[in-house]
């Protein structure tokens, strides 16, 4: 009887962690891609008004912006509610 008590409590257990590593995993994802448009802004803010390091350093930046400024693109087409897709991610109503 213990054998299954303790089975079940070592799958109920794998099962707890496999989810919280998938969560994680997918608050990690967002995070990055969102590390990834603060870049793009840092480097190419001079677009829409904010302070951007000196030209020679964003042209120099340009040729690895190439990821990012598909990105920014696919981004603004379905950009909708920023704070709408975070809550949706964290299950908040």
Known sequence: MGGGLSRF????????????????LEYVEV???ELENVFALIVMGSFIGLPS???TISLKLLPHMGRELIIA???????????GEMAGLFEVS
């Open 9 to 24: 409590l070592k799958s109920l257990t794998e099962a707890i962690v496999g989810t919280f590593k998938g969560k994680s």
């Open 53 to 55: 390091p000196p030209m």
């Open 31 to 33: 995070e990055l891609r």
């Open 73 to 83: 693109s696919r981004v603004s087409e379905r950009l909708d509610d920023m704070l």
